[in-house]
């Protein structure tokens, strides 16, 4: 596989190096690997600090910034960071109103964030955790006891990250953060595997012709593979299934997103089929968000996320915000 990067071993520094030179607006630590919004701490306000393996951007780092996280970890690709990270980052943020760890559902990053909650808090600091487990695909896998945590963490940092900004508690904001967990679901897609740098080749074998259907954001296995579907059927399947399990009553945040390898001539083409459906369905659209946002390296396909909202919480989600991955109002 032909990849854009010099070797295996320093493609996550590399990349860190990149975005600090286009994002004067963070403080980058490469030799850490620690993200930090410039302003950091905001006297009075509460952190949100999250974090993963490299390899989903823009999530974590490019959701850093007015109006989302305070801070992110990179670990390497596909592996989760060091508990050494997050308490880096915790201290760097901490105001003295507590810090909330956003952790996706990953057995690495739920048993680090835990140790490093347990560090920061013999350090003084105030830690509250909140689990995102949106994915409604499979429940237990390799990664991860339970369902996996994908789309619906954009809306927890989003709307937590715009209630913190509001000047809520530490209660209110992980309050909040569990709401939007409980009340989004998603399902992902895969038409071809991804590649890591480590390996240079696909992490799995997707025959020609053929679909994942469930797929992980690490190319974990999904519920079934089936022959290549049209975007019409896609939508059908995956919203069905979301809708199965959600059953909103409220108006619905809608998010398409891309894997990393589908252009967004295919993404719009693929959100009309979601719209449609959820149309039919009797679902209220609030807001549509479509793009690349929680990604896995070069991997095509697209997962929806659906997210029900009340009013609060969709006036935070409209809320301003500034990151180098998520910008409005500002």
Known sequence: MKMLINVAETVVADALRGMAAAHPDLTIDVENRVIVRRDAPVEGKVALVSGGGSGHEPLHGGFVGPGMLSAACPGEVFTSPVPDQMVRAAAAVDSGAGVLFVVKNYTGDVLNFDMAAELAEDEGIQVAKVLVNDDVAVTDSLYTAGRRGTGATLYVEKIAGAAADEGMPLERVEAIARQVNE???????????????AKGSPTFD?????LELGVGIHGEPGRERRPMMTSSEIADYAVDVVLQDLQPRNPVLVLVNGMGATPLLELYGFNAEVQRVL????????????????????????????????????????????????????
Not at 183 to 197: D, E
Request: charged share 15%.
């Open 206 to 210: 997707l025959p020609a012709g053929e």
């Open 279 to 330: 149309a039919e369905r009797g679902v209220v659209v609030a807001h549509t968000l479509v793009g690349n946002y929680v990604t896995s390296l070069d991997m095509a396909g697209a997962s929806v996320t659906l997210c029900q909202v009340d009013e609060e919480l969709l006036r935070l989600w409209n809320a301003p915000v500034r990151t180098a991955g998520l910008r409005w109002g500002i």
């Open 183 to 197: 009340n989004a679901r998603s399902f992902g897609v895969a038409l071809s595997a991804c590649s890591t740098p």
